[in-house]
T-cell receptor, first 114, second 113 residues
């Protein structure tokens, strides 16, 4: 009964390719996020959606395009992959108004661009 | 710009001692501060939240303090165990649901038997 699940867990691809990472949560949360964790373990927010509406859009290249078909799903599509895109991408979800504001994270998708 | 610093990349202590991790921040007035644990190859897991008007929070062997004047939080694990070895991340959140939660780079804690 995985709460936040991401696929694929590992992704190895060549520069210039296009790839997608999918995320689904079964917690009934209304907000979902994409975070990027680089080699120094720094976790940086990229996007956030609340009820399918984009509410946070950090300074991320246009090659990254999130899509939320419904509030339980948030996908990330990356065009023209570059070496610097290599990182672990984490999906997370939360419930607006929840007292703790805690984020529930997926297990991460490790992207390696060669 | 907003900045969060965790005192050290790595901390090694003897089992049974108290581990103390530090989180400092600048250019931010958070509504709350959170601590997460991250094991290798896994996603972060929420541990504790402390609000701006709270000084201290406890949960079992964990204790968090929050000093908004110093812009600092301390995270303590008492009676540490090897199973506590992990990376610990602090995170700050704002007042609205649209506020982003920003993370520090973490401290890797190792508890030796």
């Amino acid at each position: 009964d995985t709460a936040v699940s991401q696929t694929p867990k590992y992704l190895v691809t060549q520069m210039g390719n296009d790839k997608s990472i999918k995320c689904e949560q079964n917690l009934g949360h209304d907000t979902m996020y994409w975070y990027k964790q680089d080699s120094k373990k720094f976790l940086k927010i990229m996007f956030s959606y609340n009820n399918k509406e984009l509410i946070i859009n950090e300074t991320v290249p246009n090659r990254f395009s999130p899509k939320s078909p419904d509030k339980a799903h948030l996908n990330l599509h990356i065009n023209s992959l570059e070496l610097g895109d290599s990182a672990v991408y984490f999906c997370a979800s939360s419930l607006t108004g929840r007292d703790t504001g805690e984020l529930f994270f997926g297990e991460g998708s490790r992207l390696t661009v060669l | 710009s907003q900045k969060i610093e965790q005192n050290s990349e790595a901390l090694n202590i003897q089992e049974g001692k108290t581990a103390t991790l530090t989180c400092n921040y600048t250019n931010y007035s958070p509504a709350y501060l959170q601590w997460y644990r991250q094991d290798p190859g896994r996603g972060p897991v929420f541990l504790l939240l402390i609000r701006e008007n709270e000084k201290e929070k406890r949960k079992e062997r964990l204790k968090v303090t929050f000093d908004t004047t110093l812009k600092q939080s301390l995270f303590h694990i008492t009676a540490s165990q090897p199973a506590d070895s992990a990376t610990y991340l602090c995170a700050l959140g704002g007042y609205s649901s649209a506020s982003k939660i920003i993370f520090g780079s973490g401290t890797r804690l190792s508890i030796r038997p």
